[in-house]
T-cell receptor, first 113, second 112 residues
Framework: SAVISQKPSRDICQRGTSLTIQCQVD?????MFWYRQQPGQSLTLIAT?????????ESGFVIDKFPISRPNLTFSTLTVSNMSPEDSSIYLC??????????FGSGTRLTVV | TQLLEQSPQFLSIQEGENLTVYCNSS?????LQWYRQEPGEGPVLLVT?????EVKKLKRLTFQFGDARKDSSLHITAAQPGDTGLYLC????????????FGTGTRLQVTL
Protein backbone atom coordinates (compact mmCIF):
# COMPACT_ATOMS: atom_id res chain seq x y z
CA SER A 1 0.00 0.00 0.00
CA ALA A 2 1.01 3.61 -0.51
CA VAL A 3 3.03 5.53 2.06
CA ILE A 4 1.97 9.10 2.78
CA SER A 5 4.13 11.79 4.32
CA GLN A 6 2.09 14.63 5.79
CA LYS A 7 3.39 17.82 7.31
CA PRO A 8 3.34 19.69 9.53
CA SER A 9 2.33 17.16 12.19
CA ARG A 10 0.99 19.94 14.39
CA ASP A 11 0.78 23.71 14.56
CA ILE A 12 -0.62 26.45 16.71
CA CYS A 13 -1.85 29.40 14.68
CA GLN A 14 -3.30 32.81 15.33
CA ARG A 15 -6.86 33.47 14.25
CA GLY A 16 -7.14 35.19 10.90
CA THR A 17 -4.01 33.55 9.48
CA SER A 18 -3.70 30.64 7.04
CA LEU A 19 -1.93 27.28 7.22
CA THR A 20 -0.92 25.08 4.31
CA ILE A 21 -0.73 21.33 4.87
CA GLN A 22 1.28 19.15 2.51
CA CYS A 23 0.88 15.51 1.55
CA GLN A 24 3.42 13.52 -0.43
CA VAL A 25 2.65 10.00 -1.66
CA ASP A 26 5.33 7.49 -2.64
CA UNK A 27 3.43 6.43 -5.77
CA UNK A 28 1.27 8.07 -8.40
CA UNK A 29 -2.41 8.21 -7.53
CA UNK A 30 -5.39 9.62 -9.37
CA UNK A 31 -7.35 10.91 -6.40
CA MET A 32 -6.32 12.26 -3.04
CA PHE A 33 -8.82 12.88 -0.27
CA TRP A 34 -8.74 15.49 2.48
CA TYR A 35 -10.58 14.87 5.77
CA ARG A 36 -11.25 16.82 8.92
CA GLN A 37 -11.52 15.18 12.32
CA GLN A 38 -12.88 17.46 14.98
CA PRO A 39 -11.92 16.73 18.61
CA GLY A 40 -13.34 13.40 19.72
CA GLN A 41 -15.20 12.92 16.44
CA SER A 42 -15.10 10.73 13.38
CA LEU A 43 -13.78 11.77 9.96
CA THR A 44 -15.58 14.11 7.58
CA LEU A 45 -14.55 14.41 3.93
CA ILE A 46 -13.62 17.95 2.93
CA ALA A 47 -12.79 17.44 -0.74
CA THR A 48 -11.42 15.13 -3.39
CA UNK A 49 -8.38 16.35 -5.31
CA UNK A 50 -7.79 15.17 -8.86
CA UNK A 51 -4.66 16.06 -10.74
CA UNK A 52 -5.29 18.55 -13.51
CA UNK A 53 -8.75 19.62 -12.40
CA UNK A 54 -10.38 21.57 -9.60
CA UNK A 55 -11.06 19.78 -6.39
CA UNK A 56 -14.56 18.57 -5.64
CA UNK A 57 -15.83 19.90 -2.33
CA GLU A 58 -18.37 18.30 -0.04
CA SER A 59 -21.40 20.07 1.29
CA GLY A 60 -20.41 22.60 3.92
CA PHE A 61 -16.89 23.12 2.61
CA VAL A 62 -15.93 25.85 0.13
CA ILE A 63 -12.88 26.56 -1.97
CA ASP A 64 -12.31 30.04 -0.51
CA LYS A 65 -11.92 28.55 2.95
CA PHE A 66 -10.09 25.33 1.99
CA PRO A 67 -8.19 25.89 -1.27
CA ILE A 68 -6.52 22.74 -2.56
CA SER A 69 -3.69 22.31 -5.03
CA ARG A 70 -2.78 19.13 -6.90
CA PRO A 71 0.20 19.94 -9.10
CA ASN A 72 1.11 16.31 -9.88
CA LEU A 73 0.11 12.72 -9.19
CA THR A 74 2.09 12.39 -5.95
CA PHE A 75 1.50 15.67 -4.13
CA SER A 76 -1.31 17.83 -2.78
CA THR A 77 -1.78 20.73 -0.40
CA LEU A 78 -4.74 21.89 1.66
CA THR A 79 -4.83 25.44 2.97
CA VAL A 80 -7.02 26.41 5.89
CA SER A 81 -7.68 30.11 5.34
CA ASN A 82 -8.68 32.94 7.67
CA MET A 83 -8.66 30.56 10.60
CA SER A 84 -10.91 30.73 13.63
CA PRO A 85 -10.90 28.57 16.78
CA GLU A 86 -13.65 26.45 15.19
CA ASP A 87 -11.08 25.26 12.65
CA SER A 88 -9.10 23.54 15.40
CA SER A 89 -9.10 19.92 14.23
CA ILE A 90 -6.97 17.14 12.87
CA TYR A 91 -6.64 17.31 9.08
CA LEU A 92 -5.80 14.11 7.21
CA CYS A 93 -5.02 13.23 3.63
CA UNK A 94 -5.77 9.82 2.17
CA UNK A 95 -5.36 7.74 -0.96
CA UNK A 96 -6.77 4.37 -1.94
CA UNK A 97 -9.76 2.57 -3.34
CA UNK A 98 -12.94 0.85 -2.18
CA UNK A 99 -11.42 -2.47 -3.19
CA UNK A 100 -8.05 -2.30 -1.47
CA UNK A 101 -8.80 0.13 1.31
CA UNK A 102 -7.45 3.54 2.08
CA UNK A 103 -4.13 4.74 3.51
CA PHE A 104 -4.00 7.87 5.62
CA GLY A 105 -1.31 10.33 6.48
CA SER A 106 -0.51 10.71 10.16
CA GLY A 107 -2.52 13.92 10.30
CA THR A 108 -1.96 17.58 11.11
CA ARG A 109 -3.21 18.65 14.51
CA LEU A 110 -4.19 22.31 14.20
CA THR A 111 -4.94 24.56 17.15
CA VAL A 112 -6.20 28.08 16.45
CA VAL A 113 -5.83 30.61 19.26
CA THR B 1 -27.02 10.63 2.78
CA GLN B 2 -25.80 7.31 4.07
CA LEU B 3 -25.15 7.16 7.81
CA LEU B 4 -23.19 4.64 9.81
CA GLU B 5 -23.98 4.53 13.51
CA GLN B 6 -21.56 2.79 15.81
CA SER B 7 -22.22 1.50 19.29
CA PRO B 8 -21.09 1.81 21.91
CA GLN B 9 -19.46 5.23 21.64
CA PHE B 10 -17.04 4.50 24.48
CA LEU B 11 -15.85 1.28 26.01
CA SER B 12 -13.47 0.87 28.92
CA ILE B 13 -12.59 -2.70 29.78
CA GLN B 14 -9.88 -4.67 31.52
CA GLU B 15 -7.30 -6.80 29.82
CA GLY B 16 -8.60 -10.25 28.99
CA GLU B 17 -12.24 -9.27 28.54
CA ASN B 18 -14.17 -9.76 25.30
CA LEU B 19 -16.09 -7.03 23.51
CA THR B 20 -18.20 -6.37 20.44
CA VAL B 21 -18.54 -3.13 18.48
CA TYR B 22 -21.50 -2.63 16.17
CA CYS B 23 -21.83 -0.62 12.97
CA ASN B 24 -25.37 -0.10 11.70
CA SER B 25 -27.02 1.64 8.77
CA SER B 26 -30.42 1.84 7.13
CA UNK B 27 -28.63 1.77 3.76
CA UNK B 28 -27.10 -1.14 1.90
CA UNK B 29 -23.35 -0.98 1.42
CA UNK B 30 -21.44 -2.84 -1.27
CA UNK B 31 -18.64 -3.35 1.26
CA LEU B 32 -17.55 -2.13 4.67
CA GLN B 33 -14.12 -1.44 6.05
CA TRP B 34 -12.88 -1.29 9.61
CA TYR B 35 -10.08 1.01 10.74
CA ARG B 36 -8.24 1.57 14.01
CA GLN B 37 -6.80 4.96 14.85
CA GLU B 38 -4.30 5.53 17.62
CA PRO B 39 -3.57 8.97 19.10
CA GLY B 40 -1.41 11.09 16.81
CA GLU B 41 -1.85 8.77 13.86
CA GLY B 42 -4.16 8.37 10.89
CA PRO B 43 -6.62 5.47 10.70
CA VAL B 44 -5.14 2.13 9.69
CA LEU B 45 -7.16 -0.37 7.68
CA LEU B 46 -7.92 -3.60 9.53
CA VAL B 47 -10.22 -5.41 7.11
CA THR B 48 -12.64 -5.08 4.22
CA UNK B 49 -15.79 -7.23 4.13
CA UNK B 50 -17.61 -7.57 0.85
CA UNK B 51 -20.10 -10.44 0.88
CA UNK B 52 -23.25 -10.51 2.98
CA UNK B 53 -22.75 -12.90 5.89
CA GLU B 54 -18.98 -12.87 5.47
CA VAL B 55 -16.82 -13.49 8.52
CA LYS B 56 -13.15 -12.55 8.61
CA LYS B 57 -10.66 -13.17 11.37
CA LEU B 58 -7.52 -11.20 12.13
CA LYS B 59 -5.83 -12.86 15.10
CA ARG B 60 -8.10 -12.01 18.06
CA LEU B 61 -10.39 -9.79 15.98
CA THR B 62 -13.45 -11.21 14.21
CA PHE B 63 -15.37 -9.13 11.68
CA GLN B 64 -18.82 -9.95 10.36
CA PHE B 65 -20.83 -8.38 7.58
CA GLY B 66 -24.60 -8.64 7.94
CA ASP B 67 -26.57 -10.78 5.53
CA ALA B 68 -28.38 -7.70 4.19
CA ARG B 69 -25.11 -5.71 4.02
CA LYS B 70 -26.53 -2.98 6.25
CA ASP B 71 -24.52 -3.74 9.36
CA SER B 72 -21.25 -5.13 10.60
CA SER B 73 -19.67 -6.10 13.88
CA LEU B 74 -16.19 -6.33 15.30
CA HIS B 75 -15.56 -8.79 18.12
CA ILE B 76 -12.30 -8.73 20.09
CA THR B 77 -11.39 -11.75 22.19
CA ALA B 78 -9.16 -11.36 25.24
CA ALA B 79 -8.53 -7.66 24.75
CA GLN B 80 -5.03 -6.31 25.33
CA PRO B 81 -3.81 -2.76 26.08
CA GLY B 82 -2.49 -2.62 22.52
CA ASP B 83 -6.08 -2.80 21.26
CA THR B 84 -6.74 0.66 22.70
CA GLY B 85 -7.81 3.17 20.07
CA LEU B 86 -10.64 4.60 18.03
CA TYR B 87 -12.40 2.01 15.89
CA LEU B 88 -14.12 3.26 12.77
CA CYS B 89 -16.29 1.48 10.25
CA UNK B 90 -16.54 2.99 6.77
CA UNK B 91 -18.37 2.26 3.56
CA UNK B 92 -18.20 3.54 -0.01
CA UNK B 93 -20.69 6.23 -0.95
CA UNK B 94 -23.34 4.99 -3.36
CA UNK B 95 -23.12 8.16 -5.40
CA UNK B 96 -19.36 8.25 -5.81
CA UNK B 97 -17.85 4.90 -4.91
CA UNK B 98 -14.39 6.33 -4.32
CA UNK B 99 -15.69 8.36 -1.37
CA UNK B 100 -15.93 6.84 2.08
CA UNK B 101 -18.61 7.47 4.66
CA PHE B 102 -17.21 6.96 8.14
CA GLY B 103 -19.09 5.69 11.14
CA THR B 104 -19.47 7.69 14.33
CA GLY B 105 -16.59 5.81 15.96
CA THR B 106 -16.06 3.68 19.07
CA ARG B 107 -13.34 4.67 21.48
CA LEU B 108 -11.89 1.63 23.26
CA GLN B 109 -9.64 1.71 26.29
CA VAL B 110 -8.14 -1.51 27.62
CA THR B 111 -6.48 -1.31 31.01
CA LEU B 112 -4.26 -3.74 32.86
Amino acid sequence: SAVISQKPSRDICQRGTSLTIQCQVDSQVTMMFWYRQQPGQSLTLIATANQGSEATYESGFVIDKFPISRPNLTFSTLTVSNMSPEDSSIYLCSVGSRYYGYTFGSGTRLTVV
Amino acid sequence: TQLLEQSPQFLSIQEGENLTVYCNSSSVFSSLQWYRQEPGEGPVLLVTVVTGGEVKKLKRLTFQFGDARKDSSLHITAAQPGDTGLYLCAGPDTGTASKLTFGTGTRLQVTL
